[in-house]
Nanobody
Framework: QVHLVESGGGLVQAGESLRLSCAASGSIFSINAMGWYRQAPGKQRELVATINSRAVTNYADSVKGRFSISRDNAKNTVYLQMSSLKPDDTAVYYC??????????????WGQGTLVTVSS
């Protein structure tokens, strides 16, 4: 079994910061890429940021300069440091991992989501 668990969401005021964490566990051989996606009320899920095995990152234009994604390979954990938060950042944030299981089978896994609410 492989699963992802997000943490760190909550209620903050505009301009404040939050750090989200996502830990992967289970029968994992290796993790290629991990990322964060979000879904705001009434909107489709969208990419926020990704980081691959070479630490190459990619960000949505809406979060560039404010969010930073990083990973700790030893802990199979990815982080999303969110600064200068805006009300438009309010969404459920989902962690995603592209990995190989211990049997070396490809698997894409999603976390359960963590709610971030930014008030004005």
């Amino acid at each position: 079994q492989v699963h992802l668990v997000e943490s760190g969401g909550g209620l903050v005021q505009a301009g404040e910061s939050l750090r989200l964490s996502c830990a992967a566990s289970g029968s994992i051989f290796s993790i290629n890429a991990m990322g964060w996606y979000r879904q705001a009320p009434g909107k489709q899920r969208e990419l926020v940021a990704t980081i691959n095995s070479r630490a190459v990152t990619n960000y949505a234009d809406s979060v560039k300069g404010r969010f930073s994604i990083s990973r700790d390979n030893a802990k199979n954990t990815v982080y999303l440091q969110m600064s200068s938060l805006k009300p438009d950042d309010t969404a459920v944030y989902y962690c995603n991992a592209d990995l190989l299981t211990s049997l070396k089978r490809y698997l894409e896994v999603w976390g359960q989501g963590t709610l971030v609410t930014v008030s004005s």
